[in-house]
């Protein structure tokens, strides 16, 4: 049985003066040089939320390094930054950048050729598909359950100047090496993020059909399809990593 590790880390954010609080699992099948997988977790969800674990604990067992983190307003993060997370959506999203650079400079005796991919979920999926669309550093990116426009979520209308840094709509562009590139899935019944969201993203996208999973039903957890978005996501990973 696979024995897993879990290191916790801090993610300097030195314009802040924060640590974004973290935790990196890997595994006995982990080769001392493997590529890594980010886990950008939902919207109030910390790294020791069930879904969470349950990922990143069997991306470990299939041989890859498996980052979590806490975001600002998060889990232990928050005790540094309080928990106002509404306003501080925008340097959420931007920290992304900070998290890969560190990465890159602290973790590259166990990095391999620079491979590192990115799994979110719901807020997280977002994330992927906007700081980490942007960013060639990031090969891969898988995004479930992910909102195409921030304009409203239920009651919360927010301004336009967030609007336009944590939409995927404003990041988002037809590209060759899309479907070399991304993975996304929605369940038809997500009654928090509607349907029309992944359809929106598909076509600014272009992507293939192979590229888009689609379950009938799961609600926005995916109940009943974690093993096979988790397959799909290795299979995907085995391809194109």
């Known amino acids: 049985m696979e024995n897993i590790q879990i290191e916790n880390i801090d993610i300097p954010i ?73 306003k501080m959506m925008p340097q959420i999203f931007s920290d992304f950048d900070e998290i890969l650079t560190w990465i890159i400079k602290n973790q590259s005796h166990r990095l391999l050729d620079g491979k590192i991919a990115l799994f979110g979920r719901s807020w997280g999926g977002a994330i992927v598909l906007t700081r980490g669309f942007i960013n060639e550093r990031a090969k891969i990116l898988i995004s479930l359950g992910a909102r195409y426009d921030y304009q409203t979520v239920g009651p919360i209308i927010f301004p336009e100047d967030i609007i336009k840094k944590v939409s995927p709509k404003y990041f988002l562009k037809k590209d060759p090496l899309n ?4 993975l996304i899935a929605h369940c038809r019944d997500d009654p928090q993020v509607p349907f029309e969201n992944l359809i929106q993203i598909k076509k600014q996208l272009r992507l293939s ?16 399809h974690r093993e ?7 299979e995907f990973l085995n391809r194109f990593l």
């Open 14 to 86: 030195k314009s802040d003066n924060i640590n974004l609080k973290g935790s990196i699992y890997y595994s006995s099948n982990t080769p001392s040089k493997a590529p890594w997988i980010v886990y950008f977790a939902g919207m109030m969800i910390h790294r020791g939320n069930y879904m969470v674990k349950l990922y990143t604990e069997k991306f470990a067992k299939a041989g890859y390094y498996v980052l979590a983190f806490d975001y600002r307003g998060h889990g232990e993060t928050a005790k540094q930054t309080g928990k106002n997370v509404l």
């Open 209 to 224: 059909e192979e590229n888009v999973i689609i379950y009938d039903s799961g609600s926005h957890t995916f109940k009943e």
């Open 228 to 234: 096979d978005i988790f397959n799909r996501s290795i």
């Open 179 to 182: 479907d070399k590139r991304i």
